[in-house]
């Protein structure tokens, strides 16, 4: 079984994540798969910093993130671009671990995206679990995680597919208002 778990920033897709890797699956998450497919060296840094100049990475040629989620928040097509840049990468990294683990004959696994791409997500999960949180609770939670502005919060959150897109797309909801206690309470009888 391959679940997909996704959903808007700040909804607590990782702790959701991680509560049911707990359960016994693998875990395949697809910020570090994005972390490694644009580390120094790369094919998609190299793409990356052909489109968008040599000022996106630091002294020692890592992506400078920070710099790089200014430019690309404020600009739809450039976010847009970055995404048709770095998604082949991810997507073929992802599917590289999904196929390691099923090798490993390993019975469950969980790949954590937070755009349910039709393509290396959506056609390779078995179910689809949405992670949804009240508005003000999920830009309290991206303030507080990325020392962001309540406008630079909305600006990512704008960013995004709605609420309602990513419902559309699940087999399964996760509400995530409350505390962790509350959360792992709901996740109880989820069977991996």
């Known amino acids: ?11 607590g897709k990782s702790t959701v994540s991680k509560i049911l890797a707990k359960k016994g699956a693998q875990l395949i998450d ?3 798969v994005y972390k490694e497919v644009v580390s120094k060296g790369k094919p998609a840094l190299e793409e990356i910093v052909s489109f ?6 630091d002294a020692d040629g890592q992506l400078d993130r920070k710099k790089l989620a200014g430019i690309v928040f404020e ?3 450039k976010l847009d671009q970055l ?7 991810v997507v073929e ?8 683990s099923l090798n490993k004959r390993i019975s ?7 755009i349910p791409v039709e393509h290396g997500f959506l056609d390779t999960v078995d179910k689809v679990y949405v992670v949804v949180a009240d508005i003000y609770v999920r830009v309290e939670r991206i303030m507080k995680r990325n020392s962001l502005t309540y406008q630079e919060a909305m600006k990512r959150i704008d960013a995004q597919m709605s609420e ?5 797309i699940a087999d399964y909801i996760i509400r995530n208002d409350s505390d962790l206690e509350t959360l792992e309470k709901q996740l109880e009888n989820i069977t991996i």
Request: glycine residues 10%.
């Open 83 to 89: 995404n048709a840049i770095t998604h082949k990468y």
């Open 164 to 168: 309602e897109e990513y419902i559309r």
């Open 75 to 77: 600009d739809e097509g």
């Open 108 to 114: 469950s696994i969980i790949v954590e995206c937070p």
């Open 30 to 32: 697809a910020d570090l």
């Open 1 to 11: 079984m391959i679940i997909g778990v996704t959903g808007p920033i700040g909804s």
């Open 93 to 100: 990294k992802i599917k590289e671990e999904i196929n390691a």
């Open 52 to 57: 968008f100049g040599h000022e996106i990475v």
